[in-house]
T-cell receptor, first 109, second 114 residues
């Protein structure tokens, strides 16, 4: 079966750096997405990786290793507003999105 | 404002009630989706519409009935639901089917079935 694994919950300190990991086992691969979802709000797109390597976008970076079935989202200079759930999703060979259960990130002062 | 609007935001219904969820997108997208989001579980794709034609039904029970009158509007009709159907129902849209681009989500309708 297809599976996406990511930690259920993480805690980090304001101003610090945190890395949220995502491992996947899917039928084919056509890209990996990261979404952010604040409590009670819509998930919003953060990043899309289809090639190996690091994509940087401001304080957020996303890394992909297709050979390892692995990605991470790196958040730098953490702010209180970064407290949210982070969803990892993989587009499989049929262009179906396979979702992880999300990682709830708690930022402490 | 994400460009996708869902109403109502909250809904409480009994197991014998009939209600509907509404979704409207103002983005000119061609594909629309219904997802179910339960606590600590992955998003579950329920239905997919492309150019208002249903292209996918992920073995969803018949007590959930979708309707897509045009490319901008999507409904989810609910009847004789079960308590385990309590969840956040998210509507999303994308420019085209089989998104290689991003999905745009609404804020969801929080459903509680008593």
């Amino acid at each position: 079966g297809q599976n996406i694994d990511q930690p259920t919950e993480m805690t980090a300190t304001e101003g610090a750096i945190v890395q949220i990991n995502c491992t996947y086992q899917t039928s084919g691969f056509n890209g990996l997405f990261w979404y952010q979802q604040h409590a009670g709000e819509a998930p919003t797109f953060l990043s899309y990786n289809v090639l190996d390597g690091l994509e940087e976008k401001g304080r957020f970076s996303s890394f992909l290793s297709r050979s390892k079935g692995y990605s991470y989202l790196l958040l730098k200079e953490l702010q209180m507003k970064d407290s949210a759930s982070y969803l990892c999703a993989v587009l499989d060979s049929n262009y179906q999105l396979i979702w992880g259960a999300g990682t709830k990130l708690i930022i402490k002062p | 404002e994400t460009g996708v609007t869902q109403t109502p935001r909250h809904l409480v219904m009994g197991m014998t009630n009939k209600k509907s969820l509404k979704c409207e997108q103002h983005l000119g997208h061609n594909a629309m989706y219904w997802y179910k989001q339960s606590a600590k579980k992955p998003l579950e794709l329920m239905f997919v519409y492309n150019f208002k034609e249903q292209t996918e039904n992920n073995s969803v029970p018949s007590r959930f009935s979708p309707e897509c009158p045009n490319s901008s509007h999507l409904f989810l009709h609910l009847h004789t639901l079960q308590p385990e159907d309590s969840a956040l129902y998210l509507c999303a849209s994308s420019q085209d089917l089989g998104p290689t681009g991003e999905l745009f989500f609404g804020e969801g309708s929080r459903l509680t079935v008593l």
